[in-house]
């Protein structure tokens, strides 16, 4: 249950606001208890995550965010969005969802955080924690942030060099690396192929034959869009998950990359270790194509588009002959 609690809402009104929410089936037994056992505690105003049927000591220890109360354990998995990573906060008791994203958003946390774009997403670490129910949000972006920052201090200077060129040849900071690697996180779910699908991203920046010229086109990025911004751009209207060709066609979509060139306004998801490393050290290709094939999602990689097409009729018939009951090509 998600209680507002109020500034300047102490020790007196607390027991009539949480049996106003059912939290407490005795107003006046609650009232003894705080003047017998709480003269001290402070509770921290904002928004809460309550229980019904926990004891008055358990309810005193997250109103006053104490660290006697107890703490789960929440694991983060690659390639999830901050919207994602909100629900299961939620979900666990940590946090609400919308003080969560809020957070994620606030100038003046970024600012503290040293993050440069419009919200921390790409820097809510990919990893199992221990977090405290009934937290702060901000606190609960400062952790998952610490742990981004760890991590990318660790790679650059693992690569130094790579990083060096990065920024002298394309002009790209941290930000930039965490939306590559955020992007070839959705793109593949097999580490091995990371580094690979890294050096194919560059060559599309890069190479003068590739054209339409510096795009990424990559489907992930459009359907970003529509999750963060699904009324500016017409095609993510009922997005449901699935991309379809009218989204890749939206110039609206702000996060387009088959219509936009270079990189998109900020990360698309939260990238783990491998996918940062190989942004740092992508694998020598000439490749500009790629496409899944196989119940595995492994990828194909071409050099010239005839070679993709023939890569994509394949994985088609392939499909076709292990689900006979698929519609045909379109």
């Known amino acids: 249950m998600l209680v507002q609690w109020q500034t300047g809402s102490g020790h007196a009104g607390a027991p009539t606001e949480l049996a106003k929410h059912g939290l407490v089936q005795n107003r006046w037994l609650m009232a003894l208890y705080l003047r017998l056992f709480c003269g001290s505690a402070h509770f921290e105003p904002g928004p809460h995550l309550l229980q019904d049927m926990i004891s008055p000591h358990d309810l005193v220890a997250r109103l006053a965010r104490l660290r006697t109360r107890p703490a789960v354990r929440v694991t983060v998995p690659e390639g999830w969005n901050s919207q994602q990573i909100a629900s299961r906060l939620e979900q666990a008791g940590v946090c609400p969802a919308s003080s969560f994203l809020q957070a994620t958003s606030s100038a003046s946390l970024l600012g503290e955080l040293r993050i440069t774009g419009p919200s921390a997403e790409g820097y809510l670490f990919p990893a199992t924690y221990a977090l405290r129910v009934d937290s702060n949000a901000e606190q609960i972006v400062r952790t998952l942030v610490a742990q981004a920052h760890a991590r990318l201090n660790t790679l650059v200077q693992r690569h130094a060099d790579a990083a060096e060129r990065l920024e002298a040849e394309l002009g790209w900071s941290t930000q930039q690396i965490v939306t590559l690697a955020s992007i070839i996180e959705k793109e593949t779910a097999h580490p091995d192929e990371r580094r690979l699908m890294a050096g194919v991203f560059f060559n ?119 689900n006979p009951s698929a519609p045909g090509p379109r």
């Open 204 to 322: 599309r920046l890069r190479d003068p034959v590739f054209r339409p010229a510096r795009m990424l086109q990559s489907d992930p990025t459009a359907a970003y869009g529509c999750i963060v911004a699904p009324q500016s751009a017409p095609s993510c209207h009922g997005y449901t998950g699935r991309i379809t060709a009218a989204m890749l066609r939206d110039r609206a979509n702000a996060y387009n990359t088959y219509l936009h060139p270079g990189l998109p306004p900020g990360p698309i998801a939260n990238p783990g270790e491998s996918a940062l490393e190989a942004v740092l050290d992508p694998a020598q290709t000439d490749a500009l194509f790629f496409v899944a094939q196989g119940a595995r999602g492994q990828h194909r990689f071409s050099r010239t588009l005839e070679q993709h097409n023939e890569a994509v009729r394949a994985s088609r018939r392939s499909e076709a002959t292990s």
